[in-house]
């Protein structure tokens, strides 16, 4: 028997009708969900990311402004409009685009980002309300897959979760996520050993290492959840993920296909926290 599919595109369109009849009834009370995103430099695959973010903002009726500054800007400029749009009312979320240029740090630049208006969930009180389990705005990519999750009946709760990759802004982030939701997390990494066997033990494995085709047949229990969080381009132009889905699909359960699987959730998901900002911001349940 072969994998049932998890369909990104298909609940991540779900979501987006729930979020825009959400903003409906905040237009009826004068309250329009804002983002602002900034990109510095000339990144390629950034002004696609920044493109669809801005897009997204006028498919659900927010409103947006895109700030695009040249590779020269110093970090200085950067902060200062940071600052600025920290105080600006009709802005409810701040993403700026990473990577950032070298001569700029990037920790300096999400320190600055109110707390409140943190719709990337990178900030470290951020990161630290995540680990308590307070509420916080959470780290999108993250937040999308335990969505993908939920939202096909897969419930973490009392399930082995295996997260292969321990970065900051998917792996450690989604454990904690997946410990929230009362799984059992085994975190991994390039350095444990026997990595398949572990893997193999998971009801749930979640693979976030960025090398391409890394997952094999073996290293999947039969009926696991597969979630490959992986975009790679493989020499022949082809995108895949860190799974070898037609080897894994066979085995799985479910299994996210790349792409089409968590990628379209992500920018949902920021979607969804600059539509809490606002909500919170005004005070509305
Ligand atoms: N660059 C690639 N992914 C992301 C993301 O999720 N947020 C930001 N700010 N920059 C990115």
């Known amino acids: 028997m072969s994998a049932r599919i998890i369909d990104g595109k298909r609940i991540s369109e779900e979501i987006r009708e729930e979020i825009k009849q ?42 947006s402004e895109v700030h695009r500054l040249p590779a020269s800007t110093t970090q200085d400029e950067l902060l200062a ?12 979320g701040i993403l ?24 990337d969930g990178f ?33 973490p709760a009392g399930k082995h979760a295996v997260v292969i990759g321990r ?15 009362n799984a059992t997390v085994t975190m991994t990494h390039s350095r444990t050993p026997n990595l398949p066997e572990v893997a193999r033990q998971a009801d749930i494995l979640v693979v976030a290492v960025g090398v391409a085709q890394l997952v094999k047949r073996d290293w999947v229990k039969p009926g696991a959840v597969v979630v490959d ?39 949902t998901m920021l979607m969804q926290n600059t539509l809490k900002s606002a909500k919170r911001t005004h005070g509305i349940a």
């Open 22 to 63: 959400e903003v409906e009834r905040l237009l009826a009370r004068d309250v329009r969900p804002g983002l602002a995103v900034v990109l510095v430099g000339e990144d390629a695959a950034s002004q696609v990311y920044v493109r669809n973010k801005a897009k997204a903002c006028d498919d659900l009726g927010f409103y």
């Open 81 to 92: 409009l940071i600052d600025r749009l920290n105080g600006q009312a009709s802005i409810h």
């Open 96 to 119: 700026v685009q990473l990577p950032l240029p070298k001569h700029i740090q990037e920790k300096a630049v999400i320190d600055a980002i109110a707390v409140d208006k943190d719709v």
């Open 123 to 155: 900030h470290p009180v951020s990161v630290g309300n995540l680990m308590i389990g307070d509420d916080a705005l959470l780290p999108c990519t993250p937040s999308g897959v335990i969505e993908l999750l939920k939202r096909t009946g897969n419930d």
């Open 167 to 181: 970065s900051n802004i998917v792996g450690k982030p989604v454990s904690m996520l997946l410990l929230r939701e």
């Open 229 to 267: 969080v992986g975009m790679n381009r493989l020499d022949n132009g082809k995108l895949c993920g860190d799974v070898d889905y037609d080897d894994v699909a066979p085995v799985a359960g479910w299994i996210t296909p790349v792409p089409g699987g968590v990628g379209p959730m992500t920018i």
